[in-house]
Each structure stands twice: as C-alpha cells, then as structure tokens.
C-alpha cells in the first residue's frame, strides 16, 4: 500500500520532510517506525491523518502518518 | 525580598514613596501577589484606567536566587482589556534584579496628572523619580537606547512604547533581556495601558553592588537546584526540542492536528505551515549567523528563544514565540517569516500584545480593510498603531475592540482578550481554560495541549469533551502555583513527567525559605490564588456566562476534522469546584 509519511524536527536528520512510501498491507506504525529506524521514544506523538495513533495503529492506503519526537512550547 | 515599594503616582506636589513590610503578604510571590494585592486593594468596580486600579509587580519566590529558570516576574491590575483581574507574565532580567533589590514588590498607585510621564530608577540606596519628559512617546527600542547613553546597560528596565503612553488596552509592558533589549513582555491584557495611565515611562533597576538572595540552607538548596537542572537537561522536551527549535515547534504539530487557527479562525490548516514552521526558523537563523539557542534571562537553562537576524545577518528581533509566528503568520495567511519577524520587533517596539495584535489584523482582513496573505498590509496597520492614527489605535485595542468597529462577527475572544494558537474546536481542553481562566482567552493559565497534543502528563483525546474539565482544573491550579515562583511555565514539561523534578522545586522552595511544603501544599497554593481571582471577577461583574466561548464555536464546525466545542455550560461551571 502507499503511505504519506512526514517526519518532524530531529527526526528529519539523515531521513526526509516528506516522502511517498510503499509498505506491505497489515502495516502498523510499529513496522514503519522500524522501517525508518526509529527508535522507539523518539517517536512521541503520532498523528495518522490528523488524529492520534499509536505503535500499534494499522495504516490503511493512502493515510498520511505524521511523527514527531518529543517536543513542547506555547 | 521583605519589602513592598508603593509609589503613589497622583500624590499632591508629585510622586510619593514609601516602603512597607510584607504584612499579610508575607510568603508570596509572582503571581500570588500580584494578584492578592489586586484582590485585597482594588475595588473590583474601579475603572482600569482610572486612579484607584494599582499596577503591581512582583518577582517570584526563587527570582534573584541561585534557582535556574527563576526569572519570570508578574505584572498584575485590573485589565483595561478584559475588566477582570489580571497577571501578565514576562520574562527577561528584571525578575532577578528587582528580587536581588530586595522589593517582592513594586505597586504603582494613583495616576500622574494628565501630561506629566515620569522615569523611576532604583539601586540599592533607594529610588529616584523624575520627570521624563524627552522620554514621550519614545519607542521601546529608542528608549532603551537613551537609557543605555545614560545608566549603561548594566541596569534591567521596565518600559511602555506609545501604545502603553496611548493607553491602548493590548499594551504591553516591556521587559529588558541579556542584550539589555526591549524583547520580554508582558503581554497580554493591556497592563501596558494601566502603567501609561500612572505616568511612568520606565522603572530601571540597578542591582549594582548586590548579590543574589541566600538561601537559608545553602547545602540543601544547592542539592536541590543540581537535581533539579539535571532534571529538566535530561527530559526531551525542556533538554532537546526546545533549545533547538524554540516553542514555534509547534507550529507543525498543531497545524498536523488540525487545530492552526488559520485565516481567523476559518480553517484547523494552514497549507503555508512549513515556510514559517520552527524548524524552518531554525535553519534561517543558523544561515543567516543569528542564533537559536538563546536564553531570555541569566540563569535559564532550558534557551528557547533565539536571535533573529536579516538577510544581511543584522539584528531584527528576538527569535518570534510560537504564538507570535501563529498570529501573525497563519492566523493572517501569512507565510513570510521575515514579514513576522518584523512584525514581532514592531509590536515589541511600540509595546504591544503580540497575540491580540494577530487577532486584530485577521479581523480587520475578515473586515476587508487589507485582504488575508497582505505581508505589506499587516505591517502598516502594525504602524498606524505606533503612529497613533484613528484607525490604529482601534487595531492597537485589540481583537474584541477591532470586531466591533468593523462589524466582523467572527472575534475570537474570550472576556475581550483574544485567543492563542490553538482552536478549540479541535483541541478542546483549551477551550476550558479559555473559556475558564479568571484571565480571560489565555493558553497558559492551563495548557492543555501538553496532554491533548503533546502526551506530556498523559494523554486526554483532543477532539472529544470527556475528560477536558479535570485535566484543564488541574493544570489551571498547578499553573496559578508555578506563576507565583518566578519559574517559567516550561519547567512544566518536565515536572508534569518526572516525580523527582518537581520534588526537587519544592526542595528549593523548603531550602530557600525554611519550609516544609509539600506536593498539596503548592497545589493549596495554586487554588487560594485562583479562588482571590475568582472572586474579584464575580465583584467586577462577571457570571457564569463570561465563562463561554463566542456562540460561533458551537455551532461552526471547522475543518478539517468537521468539529465543534461540546463541552457543555454545565461542566464549564464546575471547573472551580474544589
């Protein structure tokens, strides 16, 4: 399935912004954050098309995930 | 820090000083003082302006001390802007001079004569006022410059721009940083107006000469301060994101979940998002040689501001705050990051409310006085306040103000001050506390994105009413407490995840002072100050019906998750049963 992944602050660094994906079906966040090597606590907050997931989301085609690592401001 | 500095700016043959103990007042600081000597003093009826409001102006319970992150300071009064109670908080050096002076206070009272506008210096010998006629509707920046040529820039000032000597009510107060600039303010609510309307121009604080405050157990002090910079260096938030990418982080992360006001409030996305997002400020102010790690005042540890500089690598302004870059940016269909930089340095420069200056300028576009996305536009309007033109000084009272001379329906205000940036539609324990807060539309008084966005101290699913009640009187509670140590709010991050963090605040609050406080001694703390609050509101005049959200929040749904605020009236009224 194709996937939309975007990627946030310090993740971005020796990955990507934005990038077209293509993943088995039955994915779950999990399986992405592993694809991307990811580590775990590094990837906070998880947003699949605008609402909050988690590692254990399944992705759909065509979903956009969103991951940003532990961030905060205001 | 046992005395209180009263000034009364109207006395007969000119100013009057006088200083007192503590008295009741003993034990506070930062905000619980401002806000209990407002309370206690000020008849809740009084006209903002007029002479019987007071301007207070307190450092917090560890400002002047050793403590990292200790340097916030409160300015409190009735606001011109909401008509209720009021705490405006900044950042900067003044916090730590003013406590090492040994004030917990400076309260301005009475007004100066029509016309007559004073400067107040004050060193360890005593205070000095005196006229400052030359001073007249000098910017913050071209003030502070005079100030420099005169007392060197080792002293920390207090200033009003033109906007606070108009007395326009989304006046700032400005607040001098490391650089000895005008870049910290407290911004919101107008307390600028109520200081222009006393007649002082600047309060410069000269600690020459004096230390920082001693703990009365040193060893146990320094213990705690260790454990707790330890803390906040170690957690991801207050240790990493933040000193590289400053709060304007968010910007990507509220834009993702569809909660970016964009537009004036008309959409949760904004599609010109990455062009003013942190990570691309970041990167500019690295290429360009500014810098983006750079704290607001000595002793802060976790440096989440920056220094913006222009194409040609000078200084424009003090890396933009998220809600800055918001207001003007997205909330203006602006993508330009030097368009708000410069905006920024002008609202800090005429002393203005950033936020209710990004409201104002999207109402006056939904107005159609300039179109959404008029980079030149928002900039001029920005300097039709500082000129003081008509229509200025309707844009330079802010958002609630600008609606309603322009006839636009959409103002997003809460008790007459405008919204931050986060809609509450989309994430809706904010719009608890902005409905709530005794400080009108105010993210920081219960910053419930934390937990609805930034699973900091769990999780509470945004997009849904359950749950928002408790976890907005929660932070509400725990935040009236922070604000009245001189810590900044960002310490938040850290305690709200890690026990021994916060154990390690109260330690230094105990070693400080000699205490024994404990977790449900500061949350005690947090809920006598809102309670004093609560009560000067209902005195003031407002009821349950100021604790609402502006109708259209409940019945336009927003994209693009399609949602509106549902918490009901009736679970916003026991937000303060406690």
Known sequence: MKLRVKLFATLRNGRFDIKEMELPDECKVLDLIKLLKIDQKDAAIIFINGIHGDFDSLLKENDEVSIFPPVGGG | ?578
């Not at chain 2, 700016?9 to 401002?34: E, F, H, I, N, Q």
């Not at chain 2, 909660?259 to 990570?279: C, L, Q």
């Not at chain 2, 802010?398 to 103002?411: I, L, M, P, Q, S």
Request: aromatic residues 8%; glycine residues 12%; hydrophobic residues 40%.
């Open chain 2, 1 to 578: 820090m046992d005395k209180i500095l009263r000034i009364d700016m109207g006395a007969p043959g000119g100013p009057k000083v006088k200083v007192d103990g503590l008295g009741s007042y003993a034990g506070l600081g930062g905000r619980a003082l401002t806000s209990m000597i407002v309370a206690t003093e000020v008849d809740p009826m009084a006209n903002p302006l007029g002479a019987e409001n007071k301007l207070v102006i307190a450092p917090g319970l560890l400002s002047g001390t050793a403590a990292a992150m200790s340097g916030r300071i409160s300015i409190g009064c009735k606001s011109p802007l909401t008509g209720g109670i009021k705490e405006a908080n900044a950042g900067g050096q003044p916090a730590q001079v003013l406590a090492r002076l040994g004030y917990a206070a400076i309260v301005l009272e009475g007004n100066a004569p029509e016309g007559k506008l004073y400067k107040v210096y004050i060193n360890k010998e005593g205070v000095k006022i005196e006229p400052a006629d030359d001073y007249k509707m000098l910017p913050n920046y071209d003030l502070i410059d005079k100030i420099k040529a005169s007392y060197g820039d080792k002293v920390a000032c207090i200033s009003i721009g033109p906007a606070g000597e108009m007395k326009l009510s989304a006046a700032s107060i400005a607040c001098t940083d490391m650089e000895f600039r005008p870049t910290r303010h407290a911004g919101r609510g107008g307390v600028g107006a109520v200081m222009g309307a006393k007649g002082v121009k600047v309060i410069i604080l000269d600690d020459s000469g004096l230390q920082n405050r001693e703990p009365k157990d040193p060893e146990k002090f320094r213990e705690a301060n260790k454990k707790w910079v330890d803390g906040l260096r170690s957690h991801s938030v207050t240790g990493t994101a933040l000193p590289t990418y400053g709060t304007n982080v968010l910007s990507n992360i509220i834009n993702e979940s569809g909660g970016f006001p964009t537009r004036n409030f008309k959409e949760g996305k904004f599609e010109g998002v990455s062009a003013i997002s942190g990570e691309t400020f970041a990167d500019i102010e690295t290429k360009r040689g500014g810098n983006p790690t750079h704290g607001c005042h000595r002793g802060c540890v976790i440096r989440c501001s920056g220094i913006y500089v222009d194409k040609n690598g000078n200084y424009l302004t003090k890396q933009p705050e998220y809600e800055t870059v918001w207001a003007h940016g997205a909330n203006c269909g602006i993508d330009d990051p030097d368009t708000i930089a410069m905006l920024d340095y002008l609202d800090d420069n005429y002393g203005l409310d950033t936020i209710d200056m990004g409201a104002a300028i999207g109402v006056a576009m939904e107005a159609g006085i300039i179109p959404f996305g008029d980079k030149e536009g928002a900039i001029n309007l920005i300097k039709e306040v500082g000129k003081g033109s008509y229509l200025g000084r309707i844009i330079g009272s802010g958002a609630a103000v600008t609606a309603k001379v322009f006839g636009v329906e959409r103002a997003p205000v809460v008790k007459g001050q405008a919204m931050p940036a986060y809609d509450p539609r989309a994430i809706q324990g904010i719009g608890v506390t902005y409905a709530t807060s005794t400080m009108g539309a105010d993210h920081t008084a219960g910053y419930c994105i934390a937990t609805n966005i930034l699973k900091v101290g769990g999780f509470v699913d945004p997009l849904k009413p359950e749950g928002q009640v408790e976890l907005s009187r929660n932070l509400q509670i725990a935040t009236a407490a922070v604000d009245s140590t001189g810590m900044c709010l960002f310490i938040a991050f850290a305690i709200l995840d890690q026990p021994e963090t916060f154990q390690a605040l109260i330690d230094m609050i105990n070693a400080f002072y000699g205490l024994n406080l404990d977790a449900d001694g500061v949350a005690d703390l947090g809920k006598k100050v809102l309670k004093a609050e609560r009560d000067f509101n209902k005195k003031a005049g407002f009821t349950a019906a100021h604790d609402r959200l502006p109708k259209y929040f409940y019945t336009e749904k927003l994209p693009p998750h399609n949602v509106v605020f549902q918490v009901t009236d009736e679970e916003l009224d026991s937000v303060f049963n406690f």
